[in-house]
């Protein structure tokens, strides 16, 4: 039975827990559910240079393919705040080369979970078939 929506809420939660923020001391955590109903989870993890940090939701993602899998059917992101905190855009795009328009995110806040789309966060997303579309246009 795949896990209720507070319970990958509850995952990333706990993964927020871990995270290594030393720079902002702003916490996130995500639980992603694969296909299979495994939960893959992470957080957030710092570096004095930023651009170097890992967002909590490529660690998850990361961590799903590192295991050999590439189909997914949801995220669950959290926040120490519970500010109801999205996947940044970069983090949008790294989950569109997986999961479609339809691929649902939960959010958890202080007012509840709030439900969105991959395609409503990230709409006219860059995908596979621009680049394939691009590279037929060049020969």
Do not use: W
């Not at 030393?22 to 710092?46: D, F, H, K, M």
């Amino acid at each position: 039975m795949p896990p209720s929506e507070a319970e990958l809420l509850a995952a990333a939660e706990t993964a927020y827990e871990q995270a290594y923020v030393p720079y902002s001391s702003y916490p996130v955590g995500a639980a992603l559910q694969a296909a299979n109903g495994t939960i893959y989870t992470g957080c957030n993890v710092e570096n004095a240079n930023y651009s170097n940090s890992l967002h909590a939701e490529e660690a998850a993602l990361g961590s799903a393919v590192s295991d050999g899998v590439r189909e997914f059917e949801r995220l669950a992101v959290a926040s120490a705040a519970e500010d109801g905190v999205t996947p940044c855009g970069m983090c949008r795009q790294t989950l569109a080369e997986f999961c479609g328009e339809d691929f649902v995110i939960l959010c958890g806040s202080d007012e509840g979970t709030e439900r969105y789309t991959l395609g409503e966060l990230l709409p006219e997303t860059i995908t596979k078939a621009h680049l394939d579309a691009a590279k037929e246009g060049e020969q």
